[in-house]
C-alpha cells in the first residue's frame, strides 16, 4: 500500500508524541499511544489486531481487547486525519485486511530516521570520510529524546525499549571510536567517564575512555580506569575483565612513560608558547615555579600544554580533573607513587621523584578540582621555591581568585591564525563564503575546528548545519539551566544587546557565568556574543513559532520602553511574514527613523504589510528602493496614480526618469520628464532635477559609464558642474544639504534618502570617499550595497556594479595585507569587467598592489598608468603612479606628466589641487622638504587621510635617500603611525622595504631626478 503524502511526524525516541507541520498533537492515553507506538515502528506494513493485543497486553488481555483496539484506532484517526470522513480508506492510517498500516514514509518516523542515519555513517566511514560519519551519528544521537517509549505499557514497548537502548549504546561506542580517530579527547573523556558509571557491565566503554586517556597523554589514569572497572566487575558480577580488556591494559602497563602527542594542528600563540618553554627552561636549569593557564572552554589550554611539552625531557605528570571527579590530579600522584597521599605525603613524595631529576606536573581542567586536590597543589606550590619543580594548572577563569606564579591568560586566535588554523583542517584555501563563517568563530580554536569539519562535509554550504547547531548546543550543556535559558532569549536580540533587554532574575549573575564559560562579554551596559557563531546555533536551535512569538515579545516591550527605533524593527523584521496588530501604528510613526539607518530592513517592514496602506509610506518605499539600487517603478507609479500632490507627482517623474533612462527606456524617461516641466506647480527643487535630466537625455546614447569611472580619484576643477554619476542631476538645495562631490555628508544623504529620492549611484561616490578618509570599513559598507541582489527586483543601476563594488573590497583587502580575500574579490571583479567592458581604476591599483608585493615593479608601474591616462592631472592616484615609476626606474612618462603639472597657472588650483601638484612635483624633484610641505596641507584638507599618509611615506623615503637620518627614522615612525591607524599592513611594508633598501644598500628610493 502506497505511503500517503503528509507533514505528519511521530517521535518514539522518547515519550511517544506526534506533529502536524509546528502543531503538537494530543494523543490521549498511554494504551492510545501504546497502538501508535507498534504501527510507526512498523510504518508501511500491516500489524493486525492480534499482534496489537498481543504487543499492548501481552499474555493476558482482557475480554474487551478487541473491541479497545478498535477505539484506540478510531481515536488515533480522528487526531492524525481530522478532516477524513468516517471509514474512508484514503487516510494515513488505514484498514487492511484483519488490521491496520500506518501509511507513512519511514522519514517520517525517528527510528526509522536513526537507522538511515546510522547506516549513512558505516559507509561514509568505509570510505575514509570520519567527520562525516562523526556528522550522521550525531544527528542520528539527537534523535533520542529520553528513555525511548517512554510511558508506553505492555511487553512489546519494554522489548522495544531495550533494543532501543542498545542500538544509542552500540552508536554512541561507534561515535566514540571516530572521536578516536579525530583525535578530540577532550570531550571524550568527559562523557566516556559518565557513560562507564552508568553502565557499568558494558566492558566496550571503559576501553574506550583508556584509550582516550592514553592517547592524550594520562595513561596514569587510563591504568587507574582499568582497576576501577575490574573492581566493578567482580563485585557486581563475580567476574574478571574480558581478553580484549585485559590486552589493551597489558599494552598500556608496556607503554609507560607516555610521550605527550603533539598537536596535529596548531597555529598562532607564540607569546603563550615562548613563557611557558621558558618555565620548562628553568626547571630544566633547577629553578622552579608555579604556571596558571587561563581561558575559555575550548580555547585551546590543553593544546598550548601539548605543543609547549610535546618535546620535554623532565620527568611529566599530566592529570586532568572533570565535572564528574573532581579528584583526579590527586589519584594521579597516587599512581605515580603508588599510597594514597595526604597534602603532607604529596610533599615527602613529591620531593623524592625531585630528587631523582626536574619535575613538571600539569594539572588540566582545575576548575573542577575539588577541596583536597586544591590543598595539595597549594601545598606543593611551596616546594617550588625549593626544588626543580614545576607545577602548571589550565582552569577557566576564576573570578576574584589571585595565584600565586605566572598567570597566562588565553583568548581568541588572531583573525590571520583563525584563517590559517581553519585552512589547514579544510585543506584548502578559504573561499570568501568560507572566510565568513570562520569570522564567526571569532578565533576560538575548538568552535574553528568545528566550523572548518562542517564545512567540509558534503553539500554543506549552509553554515552552521543542522548537526553544528546541535554540537554547539551541547557544548553549553555544562551551563546551568538558567544561564542557557537566558542565552537563548538573548540570542533573540542579536549579536549585541543591552543587560536591560534581558530581564528575569539574577541576570547579572547568569550573564557572569556565561562570560566565565566564555559565551558572553560585557562592557559597562552591553552585552554581546563573543563568538556570533554561538549565537547563529542558539537562534535556530530554538522552534520557528517560538522564535516568533518571542521576536513581537521583544518589540513590544522595547516599544513601551522607548527603546531605539531600530532595535524595535530589527525584531519586527526578524519575525516576518508574521505581523503583530499593535505593530503597524507604530511601524507608521517610526518608519522614517529606522529607514534612514537601516533602509534594508524598513523596506522589509513596509512590503510585509507591518503599516496601514498609506500613500506617503509607499513614496518612502519607492525612494529606499531607488536608493538601493532596486527597481522601484512600481511602487513609483501607484504613488503617481493616487497623489495630487504636484511635487511629489513630480519626485515619482523623477525617480521613473532617471530609472528609464538607466535602462535605456528613454522615450518613457522623456514622457515622464515632459509631464513634470508641464506642471507649474512644481517647485524649483523637482522643476531643476528634471531639467538636467532632460539635458542628458539629449545627450543619448553617450556612454553612462563614462561618467562613472570619475567617481572614485578625482580632485574636482574648482568651477563647472561635476560629472559625478548621479550627483549631476541633484538640484542645489538638496547639494547645499549634503555636500560637494569632493566631500559628501554620508549621514546626510543617508538620512535624506527616505524623504527625498537619492539615486543609487551616489554609494560609489561616498565608496571612494571614504576611502580616502582612511574609512574603510564605510567603503565596503557602501560597496556592498551595490551588491545586494533582489531576484524579483533586478537593479537599475550600471551592469558593472557588482565589479566594482568587488574591486573595492579587494582593494581594501589589499591595503590590509589579506592577500587571499583580495584575490577571490579581484577575481569576482575581473569576470565582471571582462563581461561589460574596462577595469575601473580600485580593481587596477589592487593588481598593481599585488604585482608590487610579489617584486614585480615594471608591471605594477604598467598596471596603473591606464589608470590615469586621459586625466585630469587631478586624479588623486597620481603620487602613487609616478612614485612607483621613480622607484622602478620608469621616467619618461613621468617626465611629461612634469611638464604638464609646471605649466598650469596656480591660480586655477583650489587649495588640495595646489597640493596635490606640489606633492607630484616634489616626488619627481626628490625635494623631501615639498614633500612634507604637501603633506601638512593634504593633513589638513578633509577627506584625504590616505593620501596623506602616503606623502608621510614618500617623505621618509627621500629623507633617507638624502642621508639625513635621524629625520628620516621620525618621519618613518609618523607614517607607520598614520598606515597603522587606518590598518593600512601592506602599505607599511612597503613602505619598511623601500627604507631598509636605502640603509642597507645606498641605494636610491626612487624618488631621484633622472632628468
Known amino acids: 500500500m502506497a505511503d500517503v503524502e503528509t507533514d505528519l511526524r511521530i517521535r518514539v525516541l522518547g515519550p511517544v508524541r506526534a506533529w502536524r507541520g509546528e502543531d503538537e498533537l494530543e494523543l490521549g492515553s498511554a494504551h492510545r499511544r501504546a497502538v501508535l507506538a507498534v504501527l510507526a515502528l512498523s510504518a508501511g506494513h500491516p500489524v493486525s489486531r492480534h499482534e496489537l493485543i498481543d504487543a499492548v497486553w501481552g499474555e493476558a488481555p482482557p475480554a474487551s481487547a478487541n473491541g479497545s483496539i478498535y477505539t484506540y484506532v478510531s481515536g488515533l484517526r480522528r487526531i492524525i486525519d481530522p478532516?477524513?470522513?468516517?471509514?474512508?480508506?484514503?487516510?494515513?492510517?488505514?484498514?487492511?485486511?484483519?488490521?491496520?498500516?500506518?501509511?507513512?514514509?519511514?522519514?517520517?518516523?525517528?527510528?526509522?530516521?536513526?537507522?538511515?542515519?546510522?547506516?549513512?555513517?558505516?559507509?561514509?566511514?568505509?570510505?575514509?570520510?570520519?567527520?562525516?560519519?562523526?556528522?550522521?551519528?550525531?544527528?542520528?544521537?539527537?534523535?533520542?529524546r529520553g528513555e525511548p517509549l517512554a510511558g508506553v505499557p505492555g511487553p512489546y514497548a519494554q522489548t522495544q525499549r531495550v533494543r532501543l537502548t542498545e542500538l544509542r549504546l552500540t552508536a554512541v561506542e561507534d561515535r566514540a571510536e571516530l572521536l578516536l580517530e579525530l583525535s578530540r579527547y577532550d570531550e571524550l573523556v568527559g562523557e566516556l567517564t559518565v557513560l562507564c558509571r552508568e553502565h557499568p557491565l558494558r566492558e566496550k566503554l571503559p576501553a574506550l575512555l583508556m584509550r582516550a586517556l592514553h592517547d592524550s597523554g594520562r595513561t596514569a589514569e587510563a591504568l587507574?580506569?582499568?582497576?576501577?572497572?575490574?573492581?566493578?566487575?567482580?563485585?557486581?558480577?563475580?567476574?574478571?575483565?574480558?581478553?580484549?580488556?585485559?590486552?589493551?591494559?597489558?599494552?598500556?602497563?608496556?607503554?609507560l612513560p607516555t610521550p605527550i602527542r603533539r598537536p596535529e594542528l596548531f597555529v598562532g600563540r607564540e607569546a603563550e608558547l615562548k613563557l611557558l618553554r621558558t618555565a620548562v627552561d628553568g626547571v630544566l636549569a633547577g629553578r622552579g615555579g608555579m604556571v596558571w593557564i587561563e581561558g575559555a572552554p575550548g580555547i585551546g589550554k590543553t593544546s598550548l600544554l601539548a605543543e609547549a611539552l610535546h618535546d620535554n625531557t623532565a620527568k611529566l605528570l599530566w592529570a586532568a580533573a572533570?565535572?564528574?571527579?573532581?579528584?583526579?590530579?590527586?589519584?594521579?600522584?597516587?599512581?605515580?607513587?603508588?599510597?594514597?597521599?595526604?597534602?603532607?605525603?604529596?610533599?615527602?613524595?613529591?620531593?623524592?621523584?625531585?630528587?631523582?631529576?626536574?619535575?613538571?606536573?600539569?594539572?588540566?581542567?582545575?576548575?573542577?578540582?575539588?577541596?583536597?586536590?586544591?590543598?595539595?597543589?597549594?601545598?606543593?606550590?611551596?616546594?617550588t621555591d625549593q626544588l626543580p619543580l614545576l607545577l602548571i594548572a589550565a582552569c577557566r577563569p576564576m573570578q576574584g581568585k589571585v595565584h600565586s606564579g605566572l598567570v597566562i591568560g588565553l583568548g581568541p586566535l588572531t583573525a590571520d591564525d583563525a584563517v590559517l588554523l581553519a585552512a589547514r583542517q579544510l585543506g584548502e584555501p578559504l573561499s570568501i563564503q568560507h572566510r565568513q563563517a570562520?569570522?564567526?568563530?571569532?578565533?576560538?580554536?575548538?568552535?574553528?575546528?568545528?566550523?572548518?569539519?562542517?564545512?567540509?562535509?558534503?553539500?554543506?554550504?549552509?553554515?552552521?548545519?543542522?548537526?553544528?547547531?546541535?554540537?554547539?548546543?551541547?557544548?553549553?550543556?555544562?551551563?546551568?539551566?538558567?544561564?542557557?535559558?537566558?542565552?537563548?532569549?538573548?540570542?533573540?536580540?542579536?549579536?549585541?544587546?543591552?543587560?536591560?533587554?534581558?530581564?528575569?532574575?539574577?541576570?547579572?549573575?547568569?550573564?557572569?557565568?556565561?562570560?566565565?564559560?566564555?559565551?558572553?562579554?560585557?562592557?559597562?551596559?552591553?552585552?554581546?556574543?563573543?563568538?556570533?557563531?554561538?549565537?547563529?546555533?542558539?537562534?535556530?536551535?530554538?522552534p520557528q513559532a517560538m522564535r516568533v512569538a518571542l521576536h513581537h515579545e521583544y518589540a513590544e516591550k522595547l516599544a513601551r520602553s522607548g527603546a531605539d527605533a531600530v532595535r524595535v524593527a530589527e525584531q519586527l523584521a526578524a519575525a516576518l511574514p508574521a505581523v503583530a496588530p499593535w505593530a503597524q501604528d507604530w511601524v507608521q510613526v517610526h518608519i522614517g527613523t529606522v529607514a534612514a539607518e537601516r533602509p534594508g530592513i524598513a523596506i522589509d517592514l513596509l512590503r510585509s504589510g507591518s503599516a496601514r496602506p498609506d500613500t506617503q509610506l509607499t513614496a518612502m518605499l519607492a525612494r529606499l528602493l531607488f536608493w538601493q539600487g532596486w527597481d522601484p517603478r512600481p511602487e513609483a507609479s501607484a504613488v503617481l496614480a493616487r497623489t495630487s500632490e504636484p511635487d511629489l507627482s513630480a519626485e515619482m517623474r523623477w525617480v521613473?526618469?532617471?530609472?528609464?533612462?538607466?535602462?535605456?527606456?528613454?522615450?518613457?524617461?522623456?514622457?515622464?520628464?515632459?509631464?513634470?516641466?508641464?506642471?507649474?506647480?512644481?517647485?524649483?527643487?523637482?522643476?531643476?532635477?528634471?531639467?538636467?535630466?532632460?539635458?542628458?537625455?539629449?545627450?543619448?546614447?553617450?556612454?553612462?559609464?563614462?561618467?562613472?569611472?570619475?567617481?572614485?580619484?578625482?580632485?574636482?576643477?574648482?568651477?563647472?558642474?561635476?560629472?559625478?554619476?548621479?550627483?549631476?542631476?541633484?538640484?542645489?538645495?538638496?547639494?547645499?544639504?549634503?555636500?560637494?562631490?569632493?566631500?559628501?555628508?554620508?549621514?546626510?544623504?543617508?538620512?535624506?534618502?527616505?524623504?527625498?529620492?537619492?539615486?543609487?549611484?551616489?554609494?560609489?561616490?561616498?565608496?571612494?570617499?571614504?576611502?580616502?578618509?582612511?574609512?574603510?570599513?564605510?567603503?565596503?559598507?557602501?560597496?556592498?550595497?551595490?551588491?545586494?541582489?533582489?531576484?524579483?527586483?533586478?537593479?537599475?543601476?550600471s551592469p558593472d556594479s557588482a565589479g566594482f563594488s568587488h574591486g573595492s573590497v579587494a582593494l581594501i583587502d589589499a591595503h590590509r595585507g589579506d592577500w587571499d580575500a583580495a584575490a577571490e574579490h579581484e577575481q569576482l571583479a575581473a569576470d565582471t569587467y571582462a563581461r561589460y567592458g574596462d577595469s575601473h581604476q580600485v580593481l587596477l591599483m589592487t593588481q598593481s598592489m599585488r604585482a608590487e608585493w610579489?617584486?614585480?615593479?615594471?608591471?605594477?608601474?604598467?598596471?596603473?598608468?591606464?589608470?590615469?591616462?586621459?586625466?585630469?592631472?587631478?586624479?588623486?592616484?597620481?603620487?602613487?603612479?609616478?612614485?612607483?615609476?621613480?622607484?622602478?626606474?620608469?621616467?619618461?612618462?613621468?617626465?611629461?606628466?612634469?611638464?604638464?603639472?609646471?605649466?598650469?597657472?596656480?591660480?586655477?588650483?583650489?587649495?588640495?589641487?595646489?597640493?596635490?601638484?606640489?606633492?607630484?612635483?616634489?616626488?619627481?624633484?626628490?625635494?623631501?622638504?615639498?614633500?612634507?610641505?604637501?603633506?601638512?596641507?593634504?593633513?589638513?584638507?578633509?577627506?584625504?587621510?590616505?593620501?596623506?599618509?602616503?606623502?608621510?611615506?614618500?617623505?621618509?623615503?627621500?629623507?633617507?635617500?638624502?642621508?639625513?637620518?635621524?629625520?628620516a627614522d621620525r618621519a618613518l615612525d609618523d607614517a607607520v603611525r598614520r598606515y597603522r591607524t587606518i590598518g593600512a599592513v601592506s602599505d607599511i611594508w612597503r613602505l619598511r622595504t623601500r627604507m631598509q633598501a636605502l640603509t642597507s644598500a645606498g641605494s636610491e628610493c626612487g624618488h631621484a631626478d633622472q632628468r
Open 83 to 144: 478532516e477524513l470522513a468516517p471509514r474512508s480508506g484514503a487516510g494515513v492510517l488505514a484498514s487492511t485486511g484483519p488490521g491496520y498500516t500506518l501509511r507513512l514514509g519511514r522519514d517520517h518516523v525517528d527510528v526509522h530516521e536513526f537507522d538511515v542515519r546510522r547506516s549513512s555513517a558505516a559507509q561514509r566511514r568505509a570510505a575514509g570520510d570520519v567527520p562525516g560519519a562523526l556528522a550522521e551519528l550525531d544527528a542520528a544521537l539527537a534523535l533520542y
Open 656 to 797: 521613473l526618469a532617471y530609472v528609464n533612462h538607466r535602462l535605456g527606456r528613454i522615450e518613457e524617461a522623456l514622457e515622464q520628464v515632459t509631464e513634470a516641466l508641464n506642471d507649474e506647480q512644481v517647485r524649483e527643487l523637482w522643476l531643476s532635477r528634471h531639467q538636467r535630466l532632460l539635458e542628458r537625455l539629449a545627450d543619448e546614447p553617450r556612454a553612462w559609464h563614462l561618467t562613472q569611472a570619475l567617481a572614485w580619484g578625482d580632485v574636482r576643477p574648482r568651477s563647472g558642474a561635476p560629472v559625478i554619476a548621479g550627483f549631476q542631476f541633484l538640484d542645489d538645495e538638496t547639494a547645499a544639504e549634503i555636500g560637494t562631490p569632493d566631500l559628501l555628508d554620508a549621514d546626510a544623504v543617508w538620512r535624506m534618502a527616505p524623504y527625498r529620492a537619492m539615486p543609487g549611484d551616489l554609494h560609489r561616490l561616498l565608496s571612494g570617499q571614504h576611502y580616502w578618509a582612511g574609512n574603510w570599513r564605510g567603503t565596503v559598507a557602501e560597496a556592498e550595497v551595490l551588491l545586494t541582489s533582489d531576484v524579483s527586483r533586478p537593479s537599475y543601476l
Open 224 to 255: 587507574a580506569v582499568y582497576e576501577t572497572t575490574a573492581a566493578t566487575l567482580g563485585e557486581l558480577s563475580g567476574i574478571d575483565p574480558g581478553p580484549e580488556l585485559r590486552r589493551l591494559h597489558e599494552q598500556l602497563l608496556r607503554s
Open 438 to 542: 570562520v569570522g564567526a568563530g571569532a578565533g576560538h580554536p575548538g568552535y574553528l575546528r568545528a566550523i572548518a569539519t562542517d564545512l567540509a562535509g558534503p553539500g554543506k554550504e549552509r553554515c552552521p548545519s543542522r548537526e553544528l547547531t546541535a554540537w554547539l548546543n551541547d557544548q553549553l550543556s555544562s551551563l546551568s539551566e538558567p544561564t542557557r535559558a537566558l542565552l537563548q532569549r538573548a540570542a533573540l536580540l542579536g549579536t549585541t544587546f543591552s543587560k536591560a533587554e534581558l530581564d528575569g532574575p539574577n541576570a547579572d549573575q547568569l550573564i557572569e557565568e556565561a562570560q566565565q564559560f566564555g559565551v558572553l562579554t560585557a562592557s559597562g551596559e552591553t552585552v554581546c556574543f563573543q563568538q556570533p557563531v554561538v549565537r547563529t546555533a542558539l537562534y535556530e536551535h530554538a
Open 854 to 967: 610579489s617584486g614585480q615593479l615594471e608591471q605594477a608601474t604598467d598596471l596603473l598608468w591606464p589608470a590615469v591616462s586621459g586625466l585630469t592631472l587631478w586624479s588623486r592616484w597620481l603620487p602613487r603612479v609616478i612614485a612607483l615609476a621613480l622607484w622602478g626606474g620608469s621616467t619618461a612618462q613621468v617626465e611629461r606628466v612634469r611638464n604638464l603639472l609646471v605649466s598650469l597657472p596656480s591660480e586655477h588650483l583650489s587649495p588640495d589641487q595646489e597640493a596635490v601638484r606640489e606633492y607630484c612635483l616634489g616626488l619627481i624633484e626628490a625635494d623631501a622638504d615639498r614633500v612634507h610641505a604637501a603633506a601638512v596641507q593634504l593633513r589638513n584638507a578633509e577627506g584625504l587621510t590616505l593620501l596623506a599618509s602616503h606623502a608621510a611615506a614618500d617623505h621618509a623615503c627621500l629623507l633617507s635617500k638624502q642621508g639625513r637620518a635621524e629625520e
Open 322 to 383: 572533570d565535572e564528574v571527579d573532581r579528584e583526579t590530579p590527586t589519584r594521579l600522584l597516587n599512581a605515580t607513587v603508588s599510597e594514597t597521599l595526604t597534602p603532607e605525603q604529596a610533599v615527602a613524595s613529591v620531593t623524592r621523584l625531585c630528587a631523582q631529576g626536574p619535575l613538571i606536573v600539569v594539572a588540566d581542567n582545575f576548575q573542577w578540582a575539588d577541596e583536597l586536590p586544591v590543598r595539595v597543589w597549594h601545598r606543593l606550590g611551596e616546594l
